[in-house]
């Protein structure tokens, strides 16, 4: 009986092992991947239950896109979203491989087709919390943004100090323009400028989120007829 006893707990210990090294991604993690020498930011959303992985992914141009077929067998995390980019729709395939630390997942990822693929390495949201204390965003910053189709680059030339942002950005059709009532607030960066059109003139207005060696820029006209978006990195 003893011996019966051993076997019924062995085999019940190995029915649960699998479960018990399976990798615990649930939470938020952030990563970045270059995207046509641009560094665009992820935020992934998981939640992890009986080794499916659902939730979302912000910063893609569909945003949030929403996580389809997650799975998580062991170490290794895979899931779709759908994305949107210049009016087509595409399948983009993350496939993950969860640090023994658990605090880091190296991604591959790409569409579906094989076209065109990328890497990210993506770290639990606490550990990419941006220190604010001080922060100075003066410097030369590169980016680039979607206008019609064209790949659009800009260099933005900021000068901060107790919390005022002046400077100028290139690339615009009136260039360089001259930054407008400029603050840095927090991690936040807020700012407008001019610039000719066509034979009009548009009053563009700048928002940004800093985060470490990066700037994620919302931006658009002042009557919010036309927006864009654009990571910002800074030159070195």
Request: charged residues 15%.
């Amino acid at each position: 009986m003893r011996n019966l006893l051993r076997v019924v707990g062995l085999v019940a210990f190995l029915m649960v092992l699998p479960a018990a090294h399976a990798a615990d991604a649930s939470g938020t993690w952030k990563g970045a991947f270059d995207f046509q020498g641009s560094n665009i930011p992820l935020i992934f959303h998981f939640a992890i239950a009986s080794g499916a992985v659902t939730g979302t992914v912000e910063g893609l141009p569909t945003t949030p896109a929403e996580i389809h077929d997650g799975k998580v067998d062991g170490s290794t995390v895979t899931f779709e979203v759908s994305t949107d980019y210049q009016g087509q729709t595409y399948k983009l395939v993350f496939k993950g491989a969860v640090a023994a630390a658990g605090d880091q997942i190296a991604f591959t990822l790409g569409t579906e087709d094989g076209t065109w693929k990328s890497q990210l390495t993506a770290v639990r949201g606490a550990e990419t919390a941006p220190a604010v204390a001080g922060l100075d965003i003066s410097g030369t910053w590169k980016g680039s943004f979607d206008f019609q189709g064209a790949i659009m680059p800009l260099m933005l030339h900021l000068t901060s100090a107790a919390g005022v942002v002046t400077g100028t950005v290139e690339g615009l059709p009136t260039t360089p323009a001259e930054i407008q009532e400029g603050k840095l607030d927090g991690d936040t960066v807020t700012f407008w400028l001019n610039t000719d059109y066509q034979g009009q003139t548009y009053k563009l207005v700048y928002k940004g989120k800093v985060t470490a060696g990066q700037i994620v820029f919302t931006f658009g006209t002042d009557d919010g007829s036309w927006g864009s978006t654009m990571t910002a990195t800074k030159a070195m």
